[in-house]
C-alpha cells in the first residue's frame, strides 16, 4: 500500500461509530473520489488475510471497517509502528485535532492512535489545556463521551496558528504548522499569496507573508468544516471600505477555483483583517497610514515622549519616522482585530537593551491612556528595535571607503534598519546599499551589483557571497563579520564605558536576604523604602508596581532592573534587594534586584547604570560573588572590583 492507502485505512479503523462518506475521505485526503475509491478497491484485498475483518462499502450510507478491536489494534501496530511519535509531535497534533474537531475526543482513541498508556495522554491533555488558557479557550472533559474544545472560532484559529509555541523546541519553528497540510493546498495558497502583490503592487515582509499563508490554510480547513467566524454587519461594513477588501476579494476567487468551495461573506472580511495586520515594507506608506486616520497623532507623540525620557533627538530621524508609521499601523491593527504574536526575539531584547525597554514601556503607557490602547510587551520588542536603530544613526557615522553590502532581513522594517545602523556604525568599511526580504533578492541582484550579503536566513543559488546572521547582531556574529570582511576596522563594540554606578547606592537602600513569594512584592517593598526615605514621591510605588505588571523588567543572569515613572523621582539613587532564595520574574529566575531611582533630568547616568547591571548580568560569577556579599561593604567592595 501507499501512503495515501494507508493513511485511509488509518481514518477507517480509527473511525469510532457510524460509516464515512466518500467524498468526505475524498476531501480529507486531497484527492478525487475516483482515487478514494480505487484505494478502497485495494484495502478489500489487503482485508482478506485477517480472518475476521471485512470493508463494508453500502451506496448512500458509506464505508465503514468491521472487525474485533485486537485485530483492528494488530492492523494499527503492523502498518504503523514504523512511524514512531516523539512526545513533542504526539502533543502537537493532538492539539491541532481537538481545535479543528466539531465532536469530543476520548482518551482511549489517543491511546490507540499512539499506542501510548492512557497515563501519557491525559498528562498530554493537561498541557494542553493550560496552553489553551492564553487564548482564552477551554478544553471541556465529558466523562464517558471525551474532551472538546468551547470558545470562538476566532480565538481557535489563533491558537492554531501559534500552534508551535505550546512546545519550546517547536516554539521558532512555523513550518510546524505548515506540515499539517497538503502540500498542494500550501502551494495553492502561496502562489495567490505572491500573484496578490504582484497585480496590486503592494509588498509584505517575508514573515507577514508566512503567517498569512498560515492563516489562509486555517481558514480553507475551517470552512471545509463549516466552522464559520462570526462578524457583526458593522464589521462587515467597515471591511468592504478597506483597500485590503478588494485584496482579499481577489485572493478568494483564485482559492475558489483552486480548492472548488465557496467561501462566505465571513471569511472575507476575516482575511481582510488579517491583509490589514500584516506588517508590510515601506512601499505605499502613505496608502497603508491614511486609513488610520484615529491613530495619525500616535506616532509623533511616541517620537516626541521618547525624546524627552531619553533627551535623544529622535524627532530628527525620517527613517525613524517612516518606518514607525508603517510598524505601528500593523500594531494597532493586531490589537483591533484581536491577532496576538508572540516575539521569540522578547527576552533578547530585553537583555541587550534594558534601558531602550525600559524608556519604551513608560512611552506607551501613557500612549496608552491617551488611545485606550494596551501595547503588549511582545509588540512593545519590535519597537525598541526601532528606537535603538534610531540612536545608532544619530550617533553618527564616519564619511569612509566602503564594501557594498546588501541585508536581506526576514523579521520586518525595525529590525532590519537595526541591523543597518549596527553595522554601518561598527564597521566603516561597509555602506548597507538596501534592506529587503528574502523574495525580493534575484530581483535586485539583477539591478545592481553587490560586495556581498549579510542575511538572517540561508540562501539558497545565489553566486554573491552572503554571511548568515542572528537578527540581533550578537558577539559571535560580530567576530563572523570580521573574519568574513577583510580591511574592516576593529569591532568598537556597543557598550557604555560609564563610571561605576556605586554613588547612587546607600545602605539604607540595601535589604539582604528577602523572602517575598512574588515579584510584586519584592517591587512594592523596595519602592516603598525610597519613599519613606524621601528619595521619591508617594505615587512612585503604584507606578513601579505597574510598571512590572506591565511586563516582567528580568534582563538575565538571574538581575532584575523595576523602575517607576522617572517624573516622581526628588533624588537620584538605587535600592538594591538580594532574595533569600531565587524568585519567578515572568519567564526567568532572579536572586538580585536593582530598583532604579534615577530622574529626567539624569538620563546619563541613568543609561550609564543600566548598562552596567546588563553588564554584570554576562557575569556569572560576579552576580554569584554579590549574593554571597553579607553587608553592604561587602556589596560595595565586589561591585567596583569588576567594574
Known amino acids: 500500500m501507499n501512503q495515501r492507502q494507508k493513511e485511509l485505512l488509518r481514518m477507517l479503523l480509527l473511525h469510532e461509530e457510524g460509516s464515512l462518506q466518500i467524498n468526505d475521505m475524498a476531501e480529507e485526503l486531497g484527492c478525487s473520489e475516483k482515487t478514494v475509491r480505487n484505494d478502497l478497491d485495494r484495502l478489500e484485498e489487503f482485508m482478506l488475510q485477517y480472518d475476521n475483518a471485512s470493508l463494508i462499502r453500502k451506496p448512500g450510507i458509506g464505508v465503514m471497517v468491521e472487525m474485533d478491536e485486537e485485530e483492528k489494534a494488530d492492523i494499527l501496530r503492523s502498518l504503523f509502528a514504523s512511524e514512531p511519535k516523539t512526545i513533542e509531535e504526539r502533543l502537537f497534533e493532538m492539539a491541532f485535532q ?47 463521551i471525551g474532551n472538546v474544545v468551547e470558545g470562538p472560532e476566532l480565538k481557535k484559529r489563533n ?71 462570526f462578524v457583526r454587519d458593522a464589521e462587515k461594513k467597515e471591511a468592504a471600505s478597506r483597500t485590503e477588501y478588494q485584496f482579499a476579494s481577489w485572493i478568494f476567487t483564485q482559492l475558489e477555483n483552486a480548492f472548488r468551495m465557496a467561501f462566505p461573506e465571513e471569511e472575507k472580511v476575516y482575511f481582510t483583517w488579517h491583509l490589514i495586520s500584516g506588517k508590510r515594507l515601506e512601499e505605499g506608506l502613505e496608502q497603508v497610514w491614511q486609513t488610520n486616520g484615529k491613530y495619525e497623532q500616535l506616532v509623533p507623540m511616541l517620537v516626541d515622549r521618547m525624546g524627552k525620557l531619553t533627551l535623544f533627538p529622535f524627532e530628527d530621524d525620517h527613517v525613524l519616522m517612516n518606518g514607525l508609521k508603517v510598524h505601528m499601523h500593523s500594531v494597532i491593527s493586531r490589537i483591533q482585530y484581536g491577532f496576538p504574536i508572540t516575539n521569540p526575539l522578547l527576552a533578547n531584547i530585553k537583555r541587550m537593551y534594558p534601558y531602550m525597554f525600559s524608556m519604551v514601556i513608560l512611552a506607551l503607557e501613557e500612549l496608552g491612556k491617551a488611545y485606550k490602547i494596551d501595547i503588549p510587551e511582545d509588540e512593545a520588542a519590535y519597537i525598541v528595535l526601532h528606537f535603538q536603530a534610531s540612536i545608532e544613526r544619530l550617533e553618527g557615522r564616519r564619511e569612509v571607503q566602503k564594501k557594498q553590502a546588501l541585508i536581506v532581513c526576514h523579521m520586518g522594517i525595525g529590525m532590519s534598519h537595526l541591523l543597518e545602523a549596527k553595522i554601518e556604525q561598527q564597521y566603516e568599511a561597509i555602506d548597507i546599499v538596501a534592506c529587503i526580504g528574502k523574495a525580493e533578492v534575484y530581483a535586485y541582484l539583477k539591478q545592481q551589483k553587490v560586495d556581498f550579503i549579510i542575511s538572517t536566513l540561508p540562501l539558497e543559488k545565489i553566486s554573491t557571497p552572503s554571511l548568515v546572521i542572528s537578527p540581533l547582531f550578537g558577539q559571535e556574529d560580530k567576530k563572523k563579520l570580521s573574519q568574513f570582511v577583510q580591511e574592516l576596522e576593529s569591532n568598537k563594540g556597543t557598550g557604555q564605558n560609564g563610571e561605576v554606578f556605586s ?45 512590572e505588571r506591565k511586563s516582567a523588567t528580568a534582563i538575565g543572569g538571574g538581575i532584575a532592573i523595576p523602575h517607576g515613572d522617572p517624573g516622581l523621582i526628588i533624588k537620584p539613587a538605587l535600592a538594591v534587594g538580594v532574595l533569600e532564595k531565587p524568585l519567578e520574574w515572568g519567564s526567568e529566575q532572579v536572586s538580585l534586584v536593582f530598583m532604579i531611582a534615577l530622574s529626567k533630568e539624569n538620563q546619563g547616568e541613568l543609561r550609564s547604570t543600566i548598562s552596567n547591571i546588563a553588564k554584570l548580568s554576562e557575569s556569572p560569577m560576579v552576580v554569584h560573588e554579590l549574593l554571597e556579599a553579607k553587608s553592604f561593604t561587602d556589596f560595595l567592595r565586589v561591585l567596583e572590583k569588576n567594574q
Do not use: C
Request: hydrophobic share 45%; no cysteine.
Open 98 to 144: 481537538l481545535l479543528t474537531s466539531d465532536r469530543a475526543i476520548t482518551l482511549q482513541y489517543w491511546a490507540d492512535r499512539y499506542f501510548a498508556p492512557k497515563a501519557a495522554i491525559k498528562k498530554d491533555i493537561e498541557t494542553i489545556y493550560n496552553w489553551l488558557g492564553r487564548y482564552e479557550l477551554e478544553l471541556v472533559s465529558k466523562p464517558g
Open 159 to 229: 491558537a492554531l496558528a501559534h500552534l508551535p509555541e505550546l512546545i519550546p523546541s517547536f516554539s521558532s519553528d512555523k513550518s510546524a504548522v505548515l506540515d499539517l497540510f497538503m502540500p498542494y493546498e500550501i502551494a495553492a495558497v502561496r502562489k495567490a499569496l505572491q500573484e496578490m502583490q504582484e497585480n496590486f503592487s503592494i509588498a509584505f515582509t517575508d514573515e507577514a507573508l508566512e503567517s498569512l499563508l498560515v492563516h489562509a490554510l486555517i481558514m480553507v480547513k475551517r470552512t471545509r468544516q463549516k466552522a464559520a467566524v
Open 503 to 547: 554613588p547612587f547606592l546607600t545602605e539604607e537602600l540595601m535589604f539582604f536576604g528577602m523572602g517575598k513569594e512574588h515579584r510584586y512584592q519584592v517591587v512594592e517593598l523596595l519602592a516603598m523604602k525610597l519613599a519613606e526615605k524621601g528619595y521619591v514621591k508617594q505615587d512612585f510605588v503604584h507606578s513601579a508596581v505597574s510598571r
